[in-house]
């Protein structure tokens, strides 16, 4: 019969921060979504699930298709053909915008350009409010953007659990691979990062 173990450390929880992080999908994973996937976390805290976007699996819209659904006008052609992200499977109605950094003239270092924006510690911002596909729609905005409908979400300790299980490694993530490489390059270019090889994953790696 198992005895219950006296050390309080064998009972913790694994206490893990994966904000500004990559998670890249092992071969594992046979959801259809998050097959082969990179997911950029934008939060992780103790107190609450992990949130981030999928940054590699285009919707079927581009953006200059999106802001015509949303009767919003495009200065801004050099993002027109770039494809709108599926982010996630939560909130798929709902548009989240990954962009640089916005510095607020005048403003306190805790005072936000967009009325609701994530500031990801160390990364980049994130922006739910229509407000800043307004200022992208007349010329203005963050220079590099990310759009995406939807976003990923655990459960507290859901993706922790998943981790140990090796359903997804886990990288810094460089922004290159967001704003500078193709959707098709990207997870191949995040697993570059670990200095890793997709085929060296694959369970039959190295057998004839």
Known sequence: MATKSSSPVASSPVVMN?????????????????????????????????????????????????FRKLDLPLKRMELAEQPVLCGGPVQSDRGFVLHDPILVAGGAEDEFAYAAMLRVPGGLEMTSSR????????????????????????????????????????????????????????????????GVQALALMPDAGHA
Not at 32 to 61: E, R
Not at 149 to 170: D, F, P
Request: net charge negative; charged share 15%.
């Open 18 to 66: 994966l904000t500004n992080h990559f998670l890249i999908a092992m071969p594992g994973i046979r959801d259809s979504l998050f097959a082969g996937s990179v997911v950029y976390v934008c939060q992780h805290h103790a107190n609450a699930g992990p949130m981030g976007l999928i940054i590699n699996k285009p919707a079927d819209v581009n953006v200059a298709g999106l």
């Open 131 to 194: 407000d800043v596909l307004e200022a992208i729609s007349i010329g203005a905005g963050p220079r590099r953007v990310c759009i995406a409908l939807g976003c990923a979400s655990w459960a507290r300790g859901q993706l922790e659990a998943e981790i140990g299980g090796n359903h997804w490694l886990t990288v810094p993530a460089d922004f290159a691979v967001m704003f500078d490489t193709p959707l098709a390059q990207r997870y191949d270019r995040a697993l570059a990062l670990l």
